[in-house]
């Protein structure tokens, strides 16, 4: 089979999207009958029939659908290596691509991005931010589609190097007339007799969830699924359930939705987020150079000792020494974070 050449992709993309080879050659300023050539040579190469063609126009057969899916996969990648390439013509000195759970993303992970590139060593340093579910990001940092991941130190990195990032705790979001409202705090058990607002099943805080309902013997009663916190805030606000939420999160939403948010005393509900990235050999030195920021930062917030670097070994990184206390803010950092909450 001869190579297919990316003009011709493009070519296929543009009449799919359009459905006719007459605007379709329009918009690629080329003539209808040069993109029938190319089409029908590429299905002779292929062997199979892309386009139904009809009086009206064409669409994709199964096979030119399965080929559209792989074209505009090559052709973002094609995009994005040429904007890549451009940068550092244009004086750009780094992209670091990042992803990260949704959880880090709604909690402090942007702001500690934000102050990276502010910094004036890094304001030629491009940073892409995309979200990830934690089963995926591992995966995808060792096939190298990212450079760092953010998410929580529970999971398998699979021998990825990482570090430990800020920690959080979670919380139950509760409409004010709701049957819970009244209490304090809650241990999650408690909470199995009322139905909940969840995030998908693929999501680590699902899991957690689910594990730690059946060990008290339960099963957590959703009533709605939804695929973001704000989303499930909103849901609640609908008197629709109650949702276990990050408390830094649910801060905001509880003042701008008139909620309740009630923290969870159970241990597991305290967590520690990490960052993870790829071998040291492979990490360019913008990528490196963010991992450190991330951890000091921090390491700052919650008075953490420093290690030199992003290559610190797999075993110890993220891991506490047994035996070891847990560093605790000081209590004026404490006050500062709550006021900065409300």
Not at 248 to 253: F, K, P
Not at 311 to 323: D, L
Request: net charge positive; charged share 25%.
């Amino acid at each position: 089979m001869r190579d297919i050449d990316l003009k011709t992709l493009r070519l296929f993309v543009a009449v799919c999207d359009h459905r006719t080879m007459a605007r379709a050659a329009a918009q690629e300023h080329i003539e209808p009958s040069a993109i029938s050539k190319r089409i029908a040579q590429l299905e002779h190469d292929l062997g199979t029939p892309l386009l139904l063609r009809a009086r009206r126009g064409v669409q994709p057969t199964p096979a030119g659908q399965a080929l559209l899916e792989h074209a505009r996969d090559v052709l973002f990648t094609m995009d994005r290596i040429a904007g890549d390439i451009a940068s550092f013509g244009a004086g750009v000195k780094g992209r670091v691509r990042l992803i990260a759970t949704a959880s880090a993303i709604a909690e402090s992970l942007l702001d500690d991005i934000a102050s990276f590139m502010r910094e004036p060593a890094n304001r030629a340093i491009q940073v892409d931010i995309e979200e990830r579910f934690s089963r995926d990001l591992v995966r995808q940092l060792r096939e190298g589609s990212a450079s760092v991941g953010v998410c929580w130190d529970t999971i398998d990195f699979e021998g990825l190097p990482h570090r430990p990032y800020r920690r959080d705790r979670l919380a139950l979001a509760v409409h004010p007339d709701h049957a819970l409202a009244k209490h304090a705090s809650l241990r999650f058990e408690q909470t199995l007799a009322h139905e909940h607002v969840g995030l998908p099943p693929s999501t680590a805080v699902h899991t957690m969830l689910a594990r730690a309902a059946a060990r008290a013997g339960r099963t957590v009663s959703y009533r709605v699924i939804v695929s973001t916190f704000d989303a499930s805030f909103r849901v609640v606000a609908a008197g629709l359930g109650v949702s276990v939420v990050p408390v830094e999160v649910g801060a905001s939403y509880a003042q701008l939705l008139g909620l309740r948010i009630i923290p969870l005393t159970d241990a597991w509900a305290e967590r520690r987020f990490a960052v993870c990235f790829r071998p040291l050999d492979t990490l360019p030195p913008a990528a490196q150079r963010l991992v450190e920021h991330l951890v000091a930062r921090a390491a700052a917030d919650e008075d953490l000792p420093i290690t030199n670097g992003p290559s610190a070994s797999p075993a110890a990184s993220g891991r506490r020494s047994a035996g070891r206390p847990r560093p605790r803010r000081s209590a004026a950092r404490r006050r500062r974070r709550s006021a900065s909450s409300r």
